[in-house]
């Protein structure tokens, strides 16, 4: 399904250049489908809008950083009873320090959420966006928290939210017990 | 491109009176995020003009856990006690569906009684979800018995998790392959008494809620979410089945043994107001409830002793590759998104795509033009838990 | 775009007295089923303090490790999602006797600390279906609010610790 659709793709879209990845495995691993960045808007409207195998709703997008490069994944799905299908579509970045993407919004009402998420936490800016906010950290905070080289901050705002020793030291300190248990259990003895 | 979010731009007040000579403006009023009606902790930027809602921006992360770190972090089985928290009043579905990604991934067949035991947790707990949204949604609108009733009936399925897990609502009870316990003859019989008396009951809640006037004129043609709304908004759940659209993942994609089970899929009719509206999405968790019940006595029938537990790994390495399950659970479609690496303990991304987050992206489009009074009975139909908003 | 919701159609007169009607009617409805618990139904709650409701027997509450039983394997600890089991352990000192556990596991390490902060502690129950002596398991024990976080790490070879295993071992 992937090949057809990447074909289909790669006919009727200019550069977008349309690879399909079909996994070796196909009942353990979805597949997918990776197409030019730059190109996004103009796949996703034609697979919106094209008659033959349309996709009426977006499902969700998804950030996956690979440290060399990072992708934008767009579930999209058809909710039809008649004929239900999945994709998933990828885009490539490998700006790592201004990574941007066309948004998707004036297509998918859906995408206005999970693109500030993937904002939020990824880094990667959308053009056009009508409101690039953060949606879950707060609005001063910095850095992206699910990229991998990530190091949180350590103070916000005057309070220290990133400890250098999470740990407990005190507990982990060694005490020796064992003269008190023998003492516990010559009294139970007794 | 124009932008369909016009938050920013100046806003015309839409008051019969001279503006210019009163010098009016719309109020700001903050919703939340510690408001009885919001269930949880969301707050909600509400710009009122005198009492109709002009634009309500609502704020998110007041609960964030960063539950997609964490799990960057833990082995596959140390994901489920935090997947359980997500939806803290839907667990079972939660976990079902996490353990669903990761046997996908290994390859698991997971023994018969186990699928058909998780079918059964799986709709008791949808029981217990839809009872519990009734009951707060009735509390929204300012009637206070329902809540107590449907705390009774909740309280019963709770007790059973209980009995079966050990914990009322955060269970950690399904597990990748399987099960954690098996559930005893008794309290199976126990499942069949508390079906026909769940029968009963919502009879009785139609009676009490569902037919009332009040409740009624509160809840038809207030928070309209057309089929196209919908769709363009990834809705799912009762909120696409009240809209009109039937489409349920059981039926439609089914996962587990869903292919199995002769069972209907409720939709929103317009009985009364128009399809879309609150009274319809309410009427469609009402209406699922009774499908549930038709489904565990299914289950009851089909149920024959054996193993409850599939053949795992003691030491869980997933191969390479990237996966995305999808599961219905009570307040829309729940999926994993998950991506390994060769050899690793952990996951490399676990996405959480969560359906209360969807619907609570609606609100804005929903809101313009509604008293505030209105306003809280849509928010409290689209039935929004924050913990699988924020995550 | 926007819901028009509030608009009220002038009703003719027999509507606006159908709508009387079905209003009064629902009501009464309503309230007879109210009604009907005042003597039809039992009351359910549970008055807390004076009666306490028997807890089922896989209930998970307050952790309690047995530590003549422990081998200092760690396991409970590697599978602890929250990371609030604190354990320290060494080797026995030459020539001194190996004890067993109650299920033939011979004691080969020294256990010196092992303390689980109650306060971190999620009660998934994943460290006690990893412990191969079954010596950590859930109690049924609910009630341990404290004044401090402090006193929420409980250091299990404290002999007032210990002293629960009277209570709750089931030998």
């Not at chain 1, 996956?64 to 767009?74: F, P």
């Not at chain 3, 929250?82 to 020539?95: Q, T």
């Amino acid at each position: 399904m992937h090949k057809e659709l990447s074909d289909l793709i790669n006919r009727n879209v200019q550069g977008a250049n349309a690879v399909a990845f079909i996994p070796a495995d196909s009942k353990k691993f979805d597949g997918s489908i990776t197409v030019e960045a730059s190109h996004i808007y103009k796949v996703i409207e034609f697979l919106k809008n094209n008659k033959e195998t349309s996709f009426n709703s977006l499902h969700t997008q998804s950030g996956v950083d690979y440290l060399d490069y990072m992708e934008v994944c767009y579930m999209l799905t058809n909710y039809d009873p008649t004929a239900p299908r999945n994709v998933i579509i990828k885009v490539k970045l490998t700006d790592r320090v201004n990574p941007t993407v066309d948004t998707i919004v004036p297509l998918f009402a859906a995408a206005n959420f999970q693109e500030r998420e993937i904002y939020d936490m990824f880094g990667i800016k959308f053009n056009n966006h009508p409101d690039m906010r953060r949606i879950l950290c707060p609005d001063d905070w910095s850095g992206w928290p699910l990229r991998k080289d990530y190091i949180a901050q350590k103070d916000y705002n005057g309070m220290t939210v990133y400890p250098d020793d999470k740990m407990n030291f005190e507990d982990r300190d060694f005490i020796v017990r064992q003269d008190m248990i023998k003492k516990a259990q010559s009294e139970k003895a007794q | 491109m124009q932008s369909r979010w016009d938050i920013g731009e100046p806003i015309k007040p839409t008051l019969n009176v001279d503006t210019e000579k009163l010098k009016s403006e719309l109020l700001v009023l903050n919703m939340g995020p510690q408001h009885p009606a919001t269930h949880g902790v969301l707050r909600i930027e509400i710009w009122t003009d005198s009492e109709i809602v002009a634009h309500a921006i609502p704020h998110l992360g007041y609960l964030h856990r960063c539950m997609e770190k964490h799990s960057e972090n833990l082995d596959f089985r140390g994901v489920i006690p935090f997947v359980d928290r997500l939806d803290y009043l839907a667990s079972m579905n939660m976990e079902w569906t996490y353990a669903m990604t990761i046997e996908k991934m290994l390859g698991t067949e997971v023994p018969r009684r186990a699928e058909l035991l998780r079918i059964l947790t799986g709709e008791l707990q949808r029981i217990a979800s839809h009872l519990m949204a009734f009951g707060t949604y009735a509390l929204d609108l300012g009637a206070f018995t329902p809540f107590l009733y449907a705390f009774d009936y909740r309280e019963k399925i709770l007790r059973l998790f209980e009995e079966v897990s050990g914990a009322r609502l955060l269970y950690n009870y399904i597990w990748i392959g399987g099960l954690w316990n098996d559930w005893t003859d008794d309290q199976l019989s126990r499942v069949a008494t508390f079906c026909d008396e769940m029968e009963e009951e919502a009879k009785k809640y139609h009676d009490l809620v569902s037919m009332n006037k009040i409740f009624i004129e509160r809840t038809a043609n207030v928070g309209v979410m057309n089929i196209q709304d919908c769709l363009d908004f990834g809705a799912s759940g009762p909120v696409l089945r009240g809209a009109g659209m039937k489409w349920d993942l059981r039926k439609n994609e089914p996962y587990s043994l869903y292919s199995e089970f002769d069972f209907d899929v409720p939709v929103g009719t317009g009985e009364v107001g128009q399809v879309g509206d609150c009274w319809n999405r309410y009427i469609v968790r009402m209406k699922e409830v009774v499908e549930s019940i038709k489904i565990i006595r299914q289950v009851m029938d089909k149920l024959e002793p054996g193993s409850i537990m599939g053949k795992v790994p003691k030491v869980m390495k997933l191969p390479e590759g990237e996966v995305y399950v999808r599961a219905e659970c009570p307040r829309g479609e729940l999926a994993f998104h998950l991506v390994t690496k060769e050899g690793a303990k952990e996951p490399y991304r676990l996405k959480v795509k969560s359906p209360c987050f969807t619907h609570t992206s609606m609100l804005p489009r929903v809101a313009p033009g509604q008293m505030i009074a209105d306003f809280v009975a849509t928010v409290g139909s689209i039935d929004i838990v924050l913990g699988e908003v924020d995550r | 775009m926007s819901t028009q919701n509030n608009v009220h159609e002038t009703a003719s007169v027999k509507e606006y007295f159908a709508a009387l009607w079905a209003g009064i009617s629902s009501t009464v409805i309503g309230m007879w089923i109210t009604f009907r618990y005042v003597w039809a139904v039992k009351p359910v709650s549970i008055e807390y303090p004076e009666v306490r409701e028997v807890l089922p027997e896989r209930a998970r509450m307050r952790l309690f490790n047995d530590v003549l039983n422990c081998i200092s394997c760690t396991q409970c600890a590697m599978a602890c999602p929250v990371d609030c089991i604190y354990i320290a352990s060494e080797k026995l000192p030459e020539g001194s006797e190996i004890k067993k556990t109650s299920n033939g596991q011979a004691i080969r390490l020294q256990l010196n600390q092992f303390t689980i902060d109650t306060a971190l502690c999620c009660y998934c129950g994943l460290c006690t279906t990893v412990c191969p002596t079954e010596c950590l398991t859930h109690s049924h024990d609910y009630e341990f609010s404290a004044y401090t976080i402090d006193t929420m790490k409980y250091d299990y070879l404290a002999p007032d610790i210990i002293a629960w295993r009277d209570r709750i071992v089931k030998v």
